[in-house]
């Protein structure tokens, strides 16, 4: 195994973190960047290369990048298809899973739609409520089914 604490090396990039930890992660940065009002962006670089965090995956980098850069797409697609929801009243943990979800649906070329729906339910289990599962899964699921759509012309 690689020493990652030499010279030149990066430890805070890349490394053995799984795709599923890189979305929990980002999900946990855009929460937090919510609650402060901060920008997520900004938040993320300044915990990436520091000592004080847990290394950050690429993958995270891409999403919360992703997310932020396509952040009012994402909110007007949450906004027509969280049928009887508005963004204001979803919890603010379901609204970061929705966002990378519907990022991942979207823009991850390498991502197939059934994936980003099947990583955004099980981070809603394991991080919100008993109800948002089902929700998570209703609304990705709307989105999904015009997905290729959307991607045509977004």
């Known amino acids: 195994m690689a020493d990652s604490s030499k010279p030149g090396k990066h430890p805070q990039r890349g490394g ?3 795709r599923r930890q890189a979305r929990k992660r980002a999900v946990e940065m855009l929460y937090e960047a919510a609650q402060r009002d901060a ?12 000592t004080d965090v847990d290394p950050i995956a690429d993958y995270t980098i891409s999403l919360v990048e ?8 994402i909110d007007e ?23 990378v979800g519907v990022w991942e649906l979207l ?10 729906i099947d990583e955004a339910v ?6 919100s409520t008993d109800d948002s599962p ?3 899964n209703g609304v990705l699921g709307r989105i999904g089914t015009i997905a290729d759509r959307l991607r045509a012309v977004l």
Not at 66 to 73: K, L, N, P, S
Not at 107 to 116: F, G, L, M, S, T
Not at 122 to 127: D, R, S, V, Y
């Open 134 to 136: 089902r929700f998570v």
């Open 77 to 99: 697609l949450l906004a027509e298809h969280a049928q009887g929801w508005t963004i204001d009243r979803m919890p603010p943990v379901d609204l970061a899973v929705l966002r």
């Open 16 to 18: 053995p973190i799984s």
């Open 66 to 73: 992703g997310v932020t850069a396509r952040r009012e797409a």
């Open 39 to 50: 920008d997520a962006v900004t938040l993320l670089a300044g915990r990436v290369g520091s």
């Open 107 to 116: 823009w991850a070329e390498d991502v197939p739609d059934p994936v980003a």
């Open 122 to 127: 099980g981070l809603a289990k394991e991080l």
